[in-house]
Structures are given as structure tokens and as C-alpha cells.
């Protein structure tokens, strides 16, 4: 937890390390808008019996609109898609991997003397997708489609400060509580290898965990903005499901497990 504290609180410092310029609050409160753009990251997932790692590709979208009293409404959604490199119990395998998150928040700007604080809540649904059905590990072990979702509420704290180039240095700290998540197994796929018959899919339930989120963005006044940002996940072990397969049943958990990616986006504002 140290670790992941750290980079929380680096990406708090490097926000407030820049100088402020002397130019209306009203630039970096938060307004209408919609901004589209790329990312590029480093993901990695780990439990106890294996890891998976990539390098994603994707896309992320986000939509403000302004309220009352200095209220917002955002709405987020980012998608990734990059082969995951399985390594674990069964061997060494390539996967195709995708997954997309979505997330509608609400909150509120608090205009201070040179910076604006946007504190905000909301909710969040994540789904990851492997497409490993019907492919066949290194050691030749059968592997599986897995699927994962996740229900939960983020709760988070932007700072924005106006540069002396015109530009906007915002910095978003996020904490992600997990209602409910379901970890799907496709395991039937075994029905055609290794001798198995009978065998049926599992959804394990998780139902503890959270993630955190942190990104440092440069805003341009032509629209464009980059940046570093930081995802995290730490999901406890699941509730046990039963497995059947050759006419006997044996209760399968999904282990513990952390995802961790890093990366970089560019958005354009429109």
C-alpha cells in the first residue's frame, strides 16, 4: 500500500510544483466541453499462480456538462485493447484482450486565490474481455475465455491552476470503492481437449477490492492537452463457484489478484 500511496502522492506533488499565473480563476473552472484523444500504457495483471502483461492501445472520450452553483456532470469512458503475454500454472500463451470502463461523476468547483479544487463522486462500471478459447498453452494445456466486470463508485479530487502560457495544469487523484464484480470462466472449452466431458462454465463472485487513479494533464488554450496517468487495481479473493466436468463437481475461487497500468494520453478538446 506504501507503493501505491507514493504514486499518489508524486502526482499531487509534480500539480503543485508549477507556478501559477496571475490570469481569472474563471479559465480553469470547470466548463462544457468534449475532448477525444489516444492513450498508450503499460498493463500488467498478477495473482499468486500467474501473471499477464501487454501494452495497450486505445481510446478515451470525455464529456462536461455545467450545472448550477458551480456544479458538473462528467462522463468518461476509455477503451484498450492490446494481446495479453500469460504466463502461470499452464504454461506460456499470447491472448487477445480488450476491456473498456465507463464512469458518470458529479461535483462541485471551490474557487480558492490561485487554484480551483473540483471534488466529485459518481459511478463506474468496468468489463474485461480474453478471448482464450480454443488455444493451447506452451506445455499444451487447454486455455479459456475469461471475463471480468466490475461495479463501483468513484470518488476523486481534481486541482486545476492557470500557466503563464495560457495553458491549464490539472491533477486528478481517484479512489474506486468495488460494489460487485464477476469473474467468468468459460471452462467448458475443455469439453473439446484433454479428455474432459461435461465441463461448464463458472462466474465467481468478488465483492471486495478497490482501485486508485491518478493522471497529471497539460492543457493547451488551442484544445490539446497530454499527459501521465496511473491505474491501479487490488481485488481480495473471490466467493467459491462450483465446477463441473466427467460427471463430478470441484469448487473453483478466483485468487487474489492486482492490475497496474501506466501510461500516456493525448486528448484534443472540441
Not at 480563476?25 to 495483471?45: E, M
Not at 468518461?76 to 500454472?89: E, F, M, N, R
Not at 481534481?158 to 467468468?184: C, F, H
Not at 482501485?211 to 499527459?227: I, Q, V
Amino acid at each position: 500500500m506504501i507503493k501505491r500511496t507514493t504514486v499518489l502522492a508524486a502526482f499531487l506533488a509534480l500539480g503543485g510544483a508549477a507556478r501559477a499565473d496571475n490570469a481569472p480563476l474563471d479559465s480553469v473552472r470547470t466548463k462544457d466541453s468534449q475532448a477525444l484523444g489516444l492513450s498508450l500504457s503499460s498493463y500488467s495483471n498478477k495473482d499468486a499462480d500467474s501473471s499477464f502483461k501487454a501494452f495497450n492501445f486505445g481510446l478515451v472520450y470525455q464529456g462536461i456538462k455545467t450545472l448550477d452553483g458551480e456544479k458538473f456532470v462528467v462522463f468518461d469512458a476509455d477503451y484498450a485493447s492490446g494481446p495479453d503475454t500469460y504466463s502461470g500454472s499452464l504454461g506460456d500463451l499470447v491472448i487477445p484482450k480488450y476491456y473498456y470502463n465507463l464512469k458518470l461523476s458529479i461535483g462541485k468547483d471551490w474557487v480558492y486565490d490561485s487554484y480551483v479544487l473540483s471534488p466529485y463522486i459518481g459511478l463506474g462500471y468496468r468489463f474485461l474481455s480474453q478471448s482464450g478459447g480454443g488455444l493451447f498453452t506452451s506445455t499444451g494445456n487447454y486455455f479459456y475465455d475469461r471475463q471480468s466486470t466490475y461495479n463501483y463508485i468513484p470518488v476523486g479530487l481534481k486541482r486545476r491552476i492557470a500557466l503563464a502560457d495560457g495553458a491549464t495544469l490539472e491533477t486528478t487523484v481517484e479512489y474506486d470503492y468495488l460494489i460487485s464484480g464477476n469473474q467468468y470462466s468459460g471452462l467448458s472449452a475443455a469439453n473439446n481437449a484433454s479428455g474432459y466431458t461435461n465441463a461448464t462454465n463458472v462466474n465467481n463472485k468478488q465483492n471486495s477490492g478497490y482501485g486508485l487513479n491518478a493522471s497529471l494533464m497539460y492543457r493547451r488554450p488551442d484544445g490539446w492537452s497530454f499527459g501521465p496517468y496511473w491505474k491501479y487495481w487490488n481485488i481480495d479473493a473471490s466467493e467459491s463457484a462450483l465446477r463441473s466436468y466427467n460427471s463430478a463437481n470441484y469448487p473453483v475461487t478466483e485468487l487474489a489478484n492486482t492490475t497496474e497500468e501506466f501510461g500516456i494520453k493525448a486528448m484534443y478538446k472540441f
